[in-house]
T-cell receptor
Framework: AQKVTQAQTEISVVEKEDVTLDCVYE???????LFWYKQPPSGELVFLIR??????QNEISGRYSWNFQKSTSSFNFTITASQVVDSAVYFC?????????????FGKGTLLTVNP | NAGVTQTPKFRILKIGQSMTLQCAQD?????MYWYRQDPGMGLKLIYY???????DKGEVPNGYNVSRSTTEDFPLRLELAAPSQTSVYFC???????????????FGPGTRLTVL
């Protein structure tokens, strides 16, 4: 079975603060993919990143960075110098490469509020 | 490309009514999915399809039906609406690279359904 846990239900920060969203996953497969999606107040789901289990390099994209650590089964997401437009629900998700390969398992999401 | 489109955006149904949620994609993706999102619960898979003419159940299929007569379209049918089906419904699609569908799933804008 696979599982994704986002322990932080809600986070509130002041603009320009850095914030890290935690994601811990469980899977028996050795090959899997991890994702982050953003859901702004308008409701759509916006893809942010896809990372496979063999690539543990951290990734940076502008103010966003991701820290993938297989040893702790974590795929954390950091926003540097947060902005009001970053306010959204962020979902971490996992899909295995074999078996039930159709199933994208989502965490319950973290609501990030960035206050001006 | 329009990507993944869904209609309607909003709908209110009475208990026992039926309706079809429409989903279409123009990216020539072979895999398509229906999810429902309940408050604070992330997304759960209702049905999926790996190609025209092939569909299968996800985690929460009861009360729903699907069909996939073309690559582009994947409608979701609610036969006898119940209050428990009040939710936001998302359609998604991906292209299966090789034997498994681990590529990024791209989501439609969602349909907000209320059953009273």
């Amino acid at each position: 079975a696979q599982k994704v846990t986002q322990a932080q239900t809600e986070i509130s920060v002041v603009e320009k603060e850095d914030v890290t969203l935690d994601c811990v996953y469980e899977t028996r497969d050795t090959t899997y993919y991890l994702f982050w999606y953003k859901q702004p107040p308008s409701g759509e789901l916006v893809f942010l990143i896809r990372r496979n289990s063999f690539d543990e390099q951290n990734e940076i994209s502008g103010r966003y960075s991701w820290n993938f650590q297989k040893s702790t089964s974590s795929f954390n997401f950091t926003i540097t110098a947060s902005q009001v437009v970053d306010s959204a629900v962020y979902f971490c998700a996992l899909i295995n490469s074999g078996g039930s390969n159709y199933k994208l398992t989502f965490g319950k999401g973290t609501l990030l509020t960035v206050n001006p | 490309n329009a990507g993944v489109t869904q209609t309607p955006k909003f709908r209110i149904l009475k208990i026992g009514q039926s309706m079809t949620l429409q989903c279409a994609q123009d990216m020539n993706h072979n895999y398509m999915y229906w999810y429902r999102q309940d408050p604070g619960m992330g997304l759960k898979l209702i049905y999926y399809s790996v190609g025209a003419g092939i569909t299968d159940k996800g985690e929460v299929p009861n009360g729903y039906n699907v069909s996939r007569s073309t690559t582009e379209d994947f409608p979701l049918r609610l036969e006898l609406a119940a209050p428990s089906q009040t939710s936001v419904y998302f359609c998604a699609s991906t292209i299966a690279g090789g034997p498994t569908a681990t590529d990024t799933q791209y989501f439609g804008p969602g349909t907000r359904l209320t059953v009273l």
